[in-house]
């Protein structure tokens, strides 16, 4: 059974510097993987969504990569803000059925100012 | 562009009551699904719709029942609420389930609590 581990639990680090938040599954045979924000009190907001075929994926200050081979993928945050404090999650999609889509618990991050 | 919007965003019920959860999406995507998510557990699938017209079981559906009403509306429903139910209810769509490579976008959830 796929499992979608996300360690640490929460994070918190001073504001300007980088830091890496981690994502682990079991199964190396997922479709893609996405990465979410999640403000208190708010839904999910998709950050990044890595295929199967890619390495990885960058959007601003952000970059998720992926190594299906060993199971993990990471985020990379660049010059840490106190605006980027929020809960972070990875999911991975199994296959093509919507189905097929399991969830980490999430890093909840806090960027000190 | 309002995306994916639920209501009520806030409910009390007591044992045994009913109620509907309601989603709406506007940006015209095929596939819909409601997840729940309660604290440590990560987000689990209720129920989905790949397609107007049909609906399946996720992870945890007991309790629950979904009426795909349109291409836009996706609802939930509780017939008789459980404390195991108290959660919070997020809607998502995405634009394809069968080829997978689309992003979720998600609704700002229902805080429901069941007394």
């Known amino acids: 059974k796929q499992e979608v581990t996300q360690i640490p639990a929460a994070l918190s680090v001073p504001e300007g510097e980088n830091l890496v938040l981690n994502c682990s599954f079991t199964?190396?045979?997922?479709?893609?993987l996405q990465w979410f924000r999640q403000d208190p009190g708010k839904g999910l907001t998709s950050l990044l969504l890595i295929q199967s075929s890619q390495r990885e994926q960058t959007s601003g200050r952000l970059n998720a990569s992926l190594d299906k081979s060993s199971g993990r993928s990471t985020l990379y945050i660049a010059a840490s803000q106190p605006g980027d404090s929020a809960t972070y999650l990875c999911a991975v999609r199994l296959g093509s059925s919507a189905s097929k889509i399991i969830f980490g618990s999430g890093t909840r991050l806090s960027i000190r100012p | 562009n309002a995306g994916v919007t639920q209501t009520p965003k806030f409910q009390v019920l007591k044992t045994g009551q009913s109620m509907t959860l309601q989603c709406a999406q506007d940006?015209?995507?095929?596939?819909m699904y409601w997840y729940r998510q309660d604290p440590g557990m990560g987000l689990r699938l209720i129920y989905y719709?790949?397609?107007?017209?049909?609906?399946d079981k996720g992870e945890v559906p007991n309790g629950y029942n979904v009426s795909r009403l349109n291409k836009r509306e996706f609802s939930l429903r509780l017939e008789s609420a459980a404390p195991s139910q108290t959660s919070v209810y997020f809607c998502a769509s995405s634009e394809l389930a069968g080829w997978g490579n689309s992003p979720l976008h998600f609704g700002n959830g229902t805080r429901l609590t069941v007394t």
């Open positions: 940006m015209n995507h095929n596939s």
């Open positions: 199964d190396s045979a997922i479709y893609n």
């Open positions: 719709s790949a397609s107007e017209g049909t609906t």
